[in-house]
């Protein structure tokens, strides 16, 4: 297993995206922390990761909008668990309003958990993790190209991509690889629940909707010795959607 004896911390591990990550990564034998503020299924979520073969899971009340947290998050592993191996930055929300709409605390509440969160991940795992930790971002399509009513969530997902590349060029002396994974349409409440899918402005095609496990298995490959000499890269998981928009 690809992950035996190692340690995962995994945002937003409640939703679809996040909860299918625990899962893979306990299922390859990784002890997972689950950083999340939503303790909607958790038990369940952790129930699930220890049935799938996760020798312990330990759930870590987080905001990742808030360095406190996050700092107390990854003290909480080490305390726990003595190491911590990788880092998944799956945490985000979005905002849908014109641009001429916009507040400034419409933006600081999405860059504060889409890019923030995943910077003050990134600052701690850098300052705790041994040679051979990862970081795996996950950003998203629309980092790349978006639509109409997503500008800060879009604007948050571009800043990932090069928080990944300068973290990739910081952390290769630490031995430490950062990636970022570029979801497309996936089956998930988040998906469905998006005003713009629901109105028809964002056209989906059935044939392009993935599924949180494709996602879940892009991480395991980033975050695994699989993987040992790929950083600062980005990887589209998009069933090929993002070539013909």
């Known amino acids: 297993m690809r992950f035996h004896n190692k340690t995962a911390i995994v945002t937003g591990s409640s939703g679809g995206i996040g909860s299918a990550i625990v899962k893979r990564l306990a299922s390859e034998g990784a002890r997972i922390i689950m950083a999340d503020l939503s303790q ?6 952790m129930e699930q990761a220890k049935a799938e073969g996760a020798p312990e899971v330990w759930l870590s009340p987080c905001d990742v909008s808030s360095e406190a947290d996050v ?12 190491r ?7 945490a985000a929300i979005e905002s849908f309003k014109k641009i001429e709409d916009l ?15 995943a910077f ?16 795996v971002n996950i950003a998203s399509i629309h980092a790349v190209q978006t639509e109409a009513l997503s500008a800060p969530y879009a604007a948050a997902k571009a800043a990932m991509l090069s928080l990944t590349r300068t973290a990739s060029i910081e952390g290769k002396p630490k031995g430490i690889r950062s990636n970022a994974i570029l979801p497309g ?5 988040m998906l469905w629940d998006n005003p713009n899918v629901k109105s028809g402005v964002e056209k989906i095609d059935e044939s392009d909707v993935g599924q949180p496990q494709d996602i879940a298995a892009a991480v395991a490959f980033l975050g695994s010795e699989d993987a040992k000499f790929i950083t600062g890269t980005t990887l589209n998981v998009d069933g090929g959607r993002l070539v013909k928009l």
Do not use: C, Q
């Open 40 to 45: 909607e299924n958790a038990s369940a979520i």
């Open 84 to 90: 911590v191996d990788l880092v998944v930055n799956n």
């Open 120 to 135: 003050y991940f990134t600052k701690h795992a850098f300052r705790t993790m041994k040679p051979g930790g990862a970081i």
């Open 103 to 117: 507040t400034r605390e419409d933006w600081m509440n999405v860059l504060s958990v889409d890019l923030l969160g």
């Open 185 to 189: 349409a996936i089956d998930t409440r």
């Open 71 to 82: 700092a107390a998050t990854v003290k909480g592993a080490m305390d726990r668990f003595a």
